[in-house]
Every structure is written in structure tokens, then in C-alpha cells.
């Protein structure tokens, strides 16, 4: 099943801004968007933003979601070292009657 | 609070069987879709199965199809994946997580291997 693009890795300094992106078609991420998820070491992931953008209760504002045509995008400002950690997209295939992930982003903060 | 624990994880030979479960509480169980969602050492997450609320959709990833079977049963807020003629690249942590991905276990390993 193909999944979602997402750049392998990303690095940026303290207190910046980093915008990751997730690329899909008109069937996935463009279809209903994409949700976000953080995952640090060792840790289950975590939901950052769910489909419609929004933000489960207890994530940091920092973290923000949009999305333009099939390609969804993580806004993080203000970068923090806690910040450091594995990011995946994630969107129903409506084509594929399937959910398809992206790869990941490894984000580092310098 | 919301919880949810794997079990069922273990070392299998090729072509075994081994059944995955994931206790839940905290919550309506019999009102959500679950996921399972699988991650082999070093790689990303790859989603595997969905069950609805009520157990009558299910879906599976390609990878998976006709060997691997999700269930749940609302009596015990439970959430089962059946996986059979297991495979070496079906090694991985499996986790089982809830409709919206906001909840997820801590995983269960799998590891099949000669």
C-alpha cells in the first residue's frame, strides 16, 4: 500500500520554528486530512493534532496543523529540546479502504 | 483514566500462530473503532487492522490480509488480533490504539524467527 511522504529528517535550532510536511493524493491526506503524531524513543506515539486540525487537550500550542490540497503540514515554534523526536502523518485511503502512514520525520533540535 | 495493555507477545517460529489482546478501561469501550498498528526495529509505524465499534467492518493492510484477523468482544472491553502463518518480517512491536488515535498501549513485542 503506498503510504505518505515525509522528508526523513529535519534539523533546526532552539526556540525556532519547523514545519514539517506530508505529502498524499486526493484519495488520503487530500480526501480528509491527516492526523500527527509525536513519538520519542522507546515511547508509544502520541496524538499532536487530529484530522480537522485541532488539538487534543494538554498539547502545547506550539504545535499546529493545516493542510493545502494533499499535502498536510506540523508547524512547531518556539523549538524546545523536548521537541526532539520521531514525526508520522497518518490518513484514511478511501481508495485503499486502508489507513496509510507516512515514513517519518526525524526531527532534531540543535 | 483511559487504559490500554497488550499481551500476547512472543518469540514464534515462521508459519506459527499467536493471538494479540488489548485490555481496555476507562472508557466506552463498544463506542469507539480500534486500530492495530505494528513498528519493526528501527522502522516507522505501519498500520495493520480496524475494527468498528460494533465488530461488523474490519479492514487490513496488504500485508496482512487473509493471514491476520481482528475481534473484539464489548463484553470484556477487549480488542484481539489473531495472526497466523506469521512471517519473519511480521516481527515488530504491536500496539493497539483507539478510532481517533488519541490512546494507545504501551505495545507488546512480537518476534518471529527460526
Known amino acids: 500500500q503506498a503510504g505518505l511522504t515525509q522528508p526523513p529528517s529535519v534539523s533546526k535550532g532552539l526556540r525556532q520554528t519547523a514545519t514539517l510536511t506530508c505529502t498524499g493524493n486526493n484519495n488520503n491526506v487530500g480526501d480528509r486530512g491527516a492526523v500527527w503524531l509525536q513519538q520519542h524513543q522507546g515511547h508509544p506515539p502520541k496524538l499532536l493534532c487530529h484530522?480537522?486540525?485541532h488539538r487534543p487537550s494538554g498539547i502545547s500550542e506550539r504545535f499546529s496543523a493545516s493542510r493545502s490540497t494533499n499535502t498536510a503540514s506540523l508547524t512547531i515554534t518556539g523549538l524546545q529540546p523536548e521537541d526532539e523526536a520521531d514525526y508520522y502523518c497518518?490518513?484514511?485511503?478511501?481508495?485503499?479502504?486502508?489507513?496509510?502512514f507516512g515514513g517519518g520525520t526525524k526531527l532534531t533540535v540543535l | 483514566q483511559v487504559q490500554m495493555v497488550e499481551s500476547g507477545g512472543g518469540v514464534v517460529q515462521p508459519g506459527r500462530s499467536l493471538r494479540l489482546s488489548c485490555a481496555t478501561s476507562?472508557?466506552?469501550?463498544?463506542?469507539?473503532?480500534f486500530h492495530w498498528v505494528r513498528q519493526a526495529p528501527g522502522k516507522g509505524l505501519e498500520w495493520v487492522a480496524l475494527?468498528?465499534?460494533?465488530?461488523?467492518?474490519?479492514y487490513y493492510a496488504d500485508s496482512v490480509k487473509g493471514r491476520f484477523t481482528i475481534s473484539r468482544d464489548n463484553s470484556k472491553n477487549t480488542l484481539n488480533l489473531q495472526m497466523n502463518n506469521l512471517r519473519v518480517e511480521d516481527t515488530a512491536v504491536y500496539f493497539c490504539a483507539r478510532e481517533d488515535y488519541d490512546f494507545w498501549g504501551r505495545g507488546t513485542t512480537v518476534t518471529v524467527s527460526s
Open positions: 497518518s490518513a484514511w485511503d478511501s481508495t485503499l479502504s486502508a489507513w496509510v
Open positions: 484530522r480537522n486540525n
Open positions: 476507562g472508557f466506552i469501550f463498544s463506542s469507539y473503532t
Open positions: 475494527v468498528s465499534y460494533d465488530g461488523t467492518d474490519k
